[in-house]
């Protein structure tokens, strides 16, 4: 009754090319939006509960959101090309790396242009192991993007210049500063990495509605009929490689620059790339909320499991806990891929798809 | 037609919000959060060290009534060894309690290096008695950093001293092949600049071996190992690594006695799975070993006999169970010399550091509590936060640890400026000013 296409008509082709069409979705995004970008920090100066000091900024809203960004990346390559990759982790490392090298040797530059310089390098690495796609597809190729994944693992731990020497291997990422402003406060790390997440999805959500994207769209339903009317699968492919390490990179530096602060290699080993695949699949193949929704059940699930026994005060001890929520952990996995294969982003679908019909049932 | 279903579902929401949601209402009392692993590939290790800590905190509580009164309320938070989830519980656990936590032990190097970064900013110092960032022992720039009893620096130089005793002096070393093996991390590499400096100080040959994380696969490392036939092998492992090591030696039949496991190699959880291959196999001491003092008897007659505790009598005179149980008492002792400065209440971590840096045991006063025999007497200050330098050899008979060596002394006439540099180079790196030790009280 409320939530319809009908009743909308475009008198601009602007209108019609739109990414949300209905009143309803531009009000809702851009409440959304409102909230995230005002509501929550001006929660958190009035010391409402959950928004009052540091625990929700820290452990909860910018990791979710630096995971979100990554498993978009990811899903660019495995949702929308259909290209399966185990190596995101790696390629978050290679941005991650790439960051603290530029800040080490190149200490003038903009914060910023750090991150996309991260994330160039990242694509030139993405690029480079992109090309075994080229000639070999699915399992194959998932063996392929893991070899990355170890190659990069001994890489970081070996190499000595990509940890500028450091006798431990650990490295520390400098103080944030964006043309003056000094994000040090948990509040302000989590605007920065909500306005790149926000940046990124709209971006990502045009280019999967473009040239690009289709081509991407055609060369995972079928490619060698995508071949045959002319898509070039060589550019396609390797593309989406490095776009997605690209956006992958900007995370990895986000992650190891705003969340962790000081990293070892083992933050971007294979049980990164396995929980980004894990965000990618709950979530929904081909899909750009599905990255945040799936973010959202990967993060928030332990924390969830841990704390409410803890909140309802039956005294579980604390590896319990922890076990506990590996089985939950799995049996949610297990439930979610029975009843909805697509993800998340389906259920989500569904809803509004049910929301358009209401009051009728079909 | 009301739908039984959606009945049944509202009561058992409205039974579920009915239970009495008992407020954990703030308990007066000093919190000091836990950050343990009893999960993961190092379990069978921080198992029983996690047990170490938290009955001493249970012992204090029964047998005291809290340190000077005020009760320990302590909470364990699950990390599983990985950094990410020891940041969440460090962020989760450190506004606790009336006043914050105390301290924070990590129990591991890789948590140590991320909250070290956090610590000075939320003000609660970081207790990394063995382990930990080595340069964290210069106070002046590590205000926050505790390394207390022991760091991976002392273990190095007297690893090295020990095997120059075993040949008959530090100039017989010349020309000798020692190899480290190390597991392929932070804490594993740690020993390097030092042993590289004793390479070239002594001219002995230096071969590092890393073992890839968890360390399970070990074989083209020993076959190395074998075609160098080297005099001594010291190892610098953590978790399944050890007992794997061992039982690749005996493979390829490289004489356990010629072994040398750092003071995180050398607990039961290394040498038992390995069985009869471990008999022989040497390791260092933080100090303390296995075996009971008599604060084990206080924990079976306070803790144990009125069934609290984790552990049991059996185990608590293991070597990990004792180094936890050093741990915390050097935590509380920090407290209690904290209290005599700013009053018998809960403290804030800025009042615990300050407790901690001023602490002081000497022979008499670690009898008092319990301790005689298990580690040597202490002093912190605000330019050596590790307190005292000393270590001993332990040796695995098959079926306990025997001290087979006298106490060592790091030497610090060469460890202090490889210190000073390792610590000044981190102060310019953060923008850190050094304190100036000699101006504080």
Known sequence: MFYREAGHFHDKYRDEMAIFQIREDRIGIRLLLIAAFVAVPLLHAAGVPPFAGDYLFNAVLTPLLILATAAIGLNLLVGYCGQISLGAGAFMGVGAYAAYNVSVHLPGLPLLATFLLAGAASAAVGLVFGIPSLRIKGLYLAVATLAAQFFLDWAFLRVGWITNYSTSGSVTAPPLVIAGWHVDSPVERYLLVLAIAVLVALGAANLVRGNLGRQWMAIRDMDIAAEIIGIRPMQSKLTAFAISSFILGLAGALWAFVNLRSWEPYAFSIDRSFQLLFIVIIGGLGSIIGCFLGAAFIWLLPLAVEGIPRWLSIPIPADAAANLTLGVFGALILVTLIFEPHGLARIWAIMKHKLRRWPFPY | ?441
């Open chain 2, 1 to 441: 037609m009301k739908n039984p279903t959606a009945k049944l579902s509202m009561l058992l929401a409205a039974a579920l919000l009915a239970l009495p949601v008992a407020a954990r209402g703030e308990e007066n009392g000093q919190f000091i959060p836990v950050l343990s692993y009893r999960t993961g590939p190092f379990a069978p290790n921080g198992i029983p060290w996690a047990n170490g800590i938290v009955d001493y905190f249970e012992l204090i509580n029964q047998r005291d009534g809290g340190i000077n009164g005020v009760k320990i309320i302590y909470e364990e938070c699950e990390t599983g060894y990985a950094t990410d989830r020891g940041v969440e519980c460090y962020e989760r656990l450190k506004n606790k309690g009336p006043t914050g936590a105390a301290f924070v032990n990590p129990l591991s190097t890789g948590i140590t290096f991320a909250l070290t970064e956090k610590a000075p900013v939320d003000k609660i110092p970081l207790i990394t008695a063995g382990f930990g960032r080595s340069e964290s022992k210069d106070g002046s720039v590590f205000t926050w950093n505790f390394p207390l009893i022991g760091t991976y620096w002392t273990a190095a130089d007297v690893a090295v001293q020990y095997i120059a005793k075993e040949f008959g002096g530090a100039d017989k070393l010349k020309g000798r092949k020692i190899v480290l093996l190390y597991h392929d991390s932070p804490f594993g590499k740690e020993p390097i600049p030092v042993l590289e400096a004793l390479a070239k100080k002594y001219d002995f040959q230096l071969t590092l071996i890393p073992v890839a994380n968890p360390g399970v696969e070990q074989k083209s490392q020993w076959l190395q190992i074998r075609q160098l036939r080297p005099d001594y092998v010291v190892m610098w492992g953590w978790g399944v690594m050890n007992p794997t090591a061992i039982q690749e030696a005996a493979n390829v039949n490289f004489p356990r006695e010629k072994m040398l496991g750092f003071w995180f190699a050398g607990a039961e959880p290394d040498v038992v799975p390995a069985g009869a291959q471990a008999v022989g196999y040497k390791a260092l001491m933080l100090q303390h070993g296995a075996g009971r003092a008599r604060v084990h008897d206080d924990l079976d007659k306070y803790v144990y006999d009125k069934g609290l505790g984790k552990s049991n009598p059996t185990d608590s005179s293991g070597v990990l169970f004792n180094r936890g149980m050093v741990g915390a008492m050097l935590g509380v002792e920090g407290i209690r010399t904290a209290m005599a400065k700013f009053g018998n209440k809960p403290l804030t971590g800025e009042q615990v550091r300050w407790g901690i840096e001023h602490l002081a045991l000497d022979e008499n006063r670690l009898k008092e509590l319990g301790f005689e025999g298990m580690i040597s007497p202490i002093k912190i200050s605000c330019s050596d936060h590790e307190g005292t330098h000393t270590s001993r050899i332990q040796q695995w008979d098959g079926k306990q640890w025997k001290v087979i060596s006298d106490w060592y002394t790091a030497d610090e006439t060469m460890l202090a400026p490889m210190l000073k540099d390792a610590a000044g180079r981190y102060a310019k790196e953060k923008g850190i000013t050094p304190r100036d030790c000699s101006k504080e009280s």
